[in-house]
């Protein structure tokens, strides 16, 4: 769409003689003139002139997978303060079941001539994907980073939480409570996350409970992420008799509550639940949800400086940064029942932050 000088001035609230200096980069043009008459194209949708996209070198792109989940818009808004900070400006771009995808939002970025993009949770995630999109962009070049997945033979940052440590404390934190019939509740398996969750949760399994190959098989619930996939594998997992919950996010150990709920037992007295995350609220459920704390500002933070640092030509390590998770006692877990004892409430576990040992 061609941009009428009119209609850009009115928005601007300039004369049609200051747009066309702003349009040909003429001088003569106060920095916040130029900068509302640049406003008003972006408003009006019209696109900026080849020779004045140079000035937005200072825009980031930020791709998310959705906003539903409060962890990830815990992680824009770190993301999104540290890069204000270092003098970048953001551009959010949120994945929807049908909507946008990665690579479509990955190419209104490039048109937006970006200084560099942050994936969190991303394709680079998935072992089913092609991996080749990012070898592209790092080809061009431009700087990237990613948070949680890894991917092998891509020369940038990854920034992860230690899901395999998280899954492992969880565990070890339950067979403290007395349960021995534990289960894992987690997404699908071609997602790197997961498949360290799981593997965190065998090695748990067979060190603490001396539980078998085959028996591990049974206890661990491969399920959709969300409330939805959480109650319907943690309703097999309970006919199957477990008394503790691991579980992939906290919504997915919301929905785990809901299945026991439905099944007339009570969390924690009957079915102990522990989360992932802790996200925003997951003090304030019913009942308060033990958690596996991911560091999001840590991790954010982090991510932000090797991507700024590589923008500005300081190449920092391609490898893969990895932030230890913080296990915190709520209300969601308690001390198991002893089979003996069948009517006897369980006591609850005391509420408390503990850190990752070193």
């Known amino acids: 769409m061609r941009a009428r000088l009119s209609d850009i001035a009115q928005q601007a609230e300039v004369s049609e003689a200051t747009v066309s200096r702003v349009l040909n980069d003429r001088p003569g043009v106060a920095p916040e003139t130029r900068q509302a008459v640049l406003t008003a194209l972006d408003v009006l949708g019209y696109e900026r002139p080849a020779r004045l996209r140079k ?43 049908g909507g946008v995808t990665e690579d479509e939002y990955v190419e209104m970025l490039l048109d937006r001539q970006v200084s560099g993009i942050v994936f969190v949770s991303g394709l680079h995630a998935d072992t089913a994907a092609n991996h080749d999109r990012y070898r592209a962009l790092i080809a061009r070049p431009l700087p990237i980073v990613m948070i949680n997945g890894y991917a092998p033979g891509i020369a940038a940052p990854f920034v992860s939480c230690d899901d395999g440590e998280a899954t ?17 509740i987690t997404g699908p398996d071609r997602f790197v996350p997961v ?13 603490l409970v001396g539980t078998t190959e085959a028996e591990v098989g049974e206890l661990a619930e491969l399920s959709l992420f969300g409330v939805e996939g959480g109650e319907a594998a943690a309703g097999r997992l309970i006919e199957r008799g477990v008394t503790g919950l691991v579980c992939g ?4 150990a919301l929905g785990a509550i809901r299945a026991a709920r439905q099944r007339g037992l009570a969390v924690p007295d009957d079915v102990s639940v522990v989360g992932y995350d802790d996200s925003p609220l997951m003090a304030f459920t019913d009942p308060p949800l033990t958690t596996m704390r991911q560091p999001v500002a840590a991790m ?16 920092a390590p391609h490898s893969e940064y990895v932030f230890r998770p913080e296990l915190v006692v709520r209300g969601s877990t308690a001390v198991a ?22």
């Open 337 to 358: 029942r002893p089979a003996e004892a069948g009517g006897r409430k369980r006591q609850r576990a005391t509420p408390s932050t503990l850190p990752v040992p070193a």
């Open 168 to 184: 492992e404390l969880a565990v070890a934190h339950l067979v403290a409570l007395g349960h021995r019939r534990i289960g894992l």
């Open 300 to 315: 954010a933070v982090a991510a932000v400086r090797a991507l700024v640092d590589e923008i500005n030509g300081h190449a």
């Open 55 to 97: 000035r937005s070198a200072g825009l980031v792109g930020l791709v998310v997978p959705e906003l539903d989940n409060p962890i990830f818009p815990a992680f824009a808004q770190v993301i999104e303060s540290t890069l204000a900070q270092s003098g970048f400006t953001p551009v959010l771009c949120t994945q929807t079941p």
């Open 195 to 207: 498949q360290r969750r799981v593997a965190g949760f065998r090695a748990a399994m067979k060190r």
């Open 249 to 252: 996010s906290d919504l997915m």
